[in-house]
Each structure stands twice: as structure tokens, then as C-alpha cells.
């Protein structure tokens, strides 16, 4: 950082529309927590920081730090995006539903989303049916459109009575496959909600938790972008290509300047755009 930036005091406005002092240091933290290399990161800042004035949005902060890192590694600015890219994967949660199918997929295991299962004492309505061999996980997607927002422990414990309803009834009529609970949510979980599920036989996926498979380590080592982390994904191309059943980046590969307009009615330059933006990640 300069140490022009350094002495200048500039507040920002939150989504909240509260203010707060803008703090280089954070900013730094942010882009660094997602991989990107320590000088490259100081660079972006760097920059970005000179940009700013007071009253500026973080949303356009963040924008143009993407902008940044996006000049240097595509996939590095895909992922910053991707906290921001779940929660666009709104504002109802059926597009995040969707997302968390495709992953459960690409992991190798038949899905189905908004099945119906009998349980012992009621039908349940299931987001996502993730099924390999004599497994059966029941996943419970929990959609937030804050991403600083938490799921808590009354829908983990919701999700453990589920999960405990299906079993008896499936014992009852010899159904011999072992179903498990998953809660998996864009953003994270209290420590109330952690702390149950450590004494229960289910799982939780959010945002950064467990270390061992979280949604952002996932994104990263498997490249499974949803479509919201590209940087110029407007809303009626997330409607158009949901309704195609297209949700990662992936399955964008391939698809032509001509394509975009014809099949999914976008202007020219947005599906310029789009072409590549895809090739960049893909």
C-alpha cells in the first residue's frame, strides 16, 4: 500500500447501507484467504485502494477487485466470486438446490431433486436424493440470501428428525440401504449447530466448513464453478440457462457466440462476453 492510500480515511457503505472506515488490511485478507499468492494479492489492493473514495459500495469494491484479479488468473477471480456467486444463486432457493445436485453428481452419485420419500410417520419432501450403491444421502440444501448469514441449529435438528423418520419406516419394509443426512448451506452454521451434529450420525457442508470437504475446496480442486461466479451473468441469462438445467460453468464449454443469442436470446455482447469468460475458467 501507498503511504498516501495509508493516511486517507475513507468511509464505505456496506449492504446494510451502514458506513464503516475502510480498511486496506481486510480487503488484503479477502484475497488472500482464496489462494491468491501474496504479491499478486498486494498488487490488486494496491490498486483497488487508489480507486477508492468515500461513499463508495462494497459491492462495487468488490467488483473491482475481481476486475483486478481477473486480469491476472480468471480462476483465482472465479473463486473470490464464489461466496457471492452462491447467494446469487437466488432470491428462492431452488437454483441453489440445483447447484448442490450438480455437485453430488459430479462426485459420481444419481441424483434427483424434490422427491417424496415415506418416513414412519410422514411423506417428506427431499431437495436433493443422492444415491450411490447401498448409500443414500438426504440432503437438506439450505439457501441464504445473505452470505453472512448462518443456517442454525433447529434446521440441522429438523434434518436429523427427517433423516431418523425415513429409517424406521425403511426398516419396517427391509429396505436394507444406509441413509445419511446432509445439511449443506452457501454460507455457514452456528457453533450450537456444529456442536449437535458431532454427536449425530449426519454431515454438514457450508461455505468453508468441514476443512476436509467444504463448498469452496470442492469449487476449487473439481473447477465446479456455478455460472453465477461469471463476471458478466446478468439475471436473464441465470433464468435462461436454469431452465436448461445448466448450472456450472462447465457445461458452458462449447456453446458459441451464436448459441448464447439464438438458443438463449442474449445480445451479442454479453455472449461475447459470456464465450470468454467460459473459455478463460474453462
Known amino acids: 500500500m501507498s503511504r498516501r492510500s495509508q493516511r486517507r480515511k475513507r468511509k464505505i457503505v456496506k449492504?446494510?447501507?451502514?458506513?464503516?472506515?475502510?480498511?486496506?488490511?481486510?480487503?488484503?485478507?479477502?484475497v488472500m484467504a482464496v489462494g491468491v499468492p501474496d504479491n499478486l494479492a498486494n498488487q490488486v489492493c494496491s490498486i483497488v485502494d487508489e480507486s477508492i473514495d468515500s461513499g463508495v459500495s462494497t459491492d462495487k469494491i468488490f467488483v473491482t477487485t475481481r476486475?483486478?484479479?481477473?486480469?491476472?488468473?480468471?480462476?483465482?477471480?472465479a473463486l473470490y466470486g464464489l461466496e457471492r456467486g452462491l447467494t446469487a444463486l437466488g432470491p428462492s432457493g431452488f437454483i441453489f438446490e440445483q447447484y448442490v445436485a450438480a455437485l453430488f453428481k459430479e462426485m459420481g452419485y444419481y441424483v434427483q431433486t424434490n422427491v417424496y420419500v415415506s418416513g414412519e410417520g410422514v411423506s417428506h419432501e427431499i431437495d436433493v436424493w443422492a444415491e450411490k450403491g447401498?448409500?443414500?444421502?438426504?440432503i437438506e440444501a439450505k439457501y441464504r440470501n445473505d452470505y453472512r448469514s448462518k443456517t442454525h441449529i433447529n434446521q440441522v435438528m429438523y434434518a436429523d428428525a427427517k433423516v431418523q423418520d425415513i429409517r424406521r419406516q425403511a426398516k419396517k419394509v427391509g429396505d436394507t440401504r444406509?441413509?445419511?443426512?446432509?445439511?449443506?448451506?452457501?454460507?455457514?452454521?452456528?457453533?450450537?449447530?456444529?456442536?449437535?451434529?458431532?454427536?449425530?450420525?449426519m454431515q454438514l457442508m457450508g461455505w468453508d466448513y468441514p476443512k476436509y470437504i467444504n463448498l469452496k475446496k470442492i469449487v476449487s480442486e473439481r473447477s465446479l464453478y456455478p455460472v453465477t461466479t461469471l463476471p458478466s451473468i446478468t439475471k436473464k441469462a441465470l433464468k435462461k440457462f436454469s431452465a436448461e438445467g445448466i448450472i456450472l460453468v462447465k457445461e458452458l464449454a462449447g456453446v458459441s457466440?451464436?448459441?448464447?443469442?439464438?438458443?438463449?436470446?442474449?445480445?451479442?455482447t454479453l455472449s461475447k462476453k459470456l464465450v470468454e469468460e467460459v473459455k478463460d475458467l474453462i
Request: overall charge negative.
Open 134 to 138: 447401498n448409500v443414500v444421502y438426504i
Open 257 to 268: 457466440e451464436n448459441d448464447f443469442m439464438k438458443k438463449f436470446e442474449l445480445s451479442r
Open 178 to 201: 444406509e441413509f445419511y443426512e446432509w445439511v449443506v448451506t452457501n454460507t455457514q452454521f452456528t457453533d450450537n449447530a456444529i456442536n449437535y451434529v458431532a454427536h449425530r450420525d
Open 15 to 30: 449492504q446494510n447501507g451502514q458506513e464503516e472506515l475502510f480498511q486496506p488490511e481486510k480487503l488484503c485478507h479477502s
Open 67 to 77: 476486475k483486478y484479479i481477473n486480469e491476472f488468473n480468471p480462476k483465482l477471480a
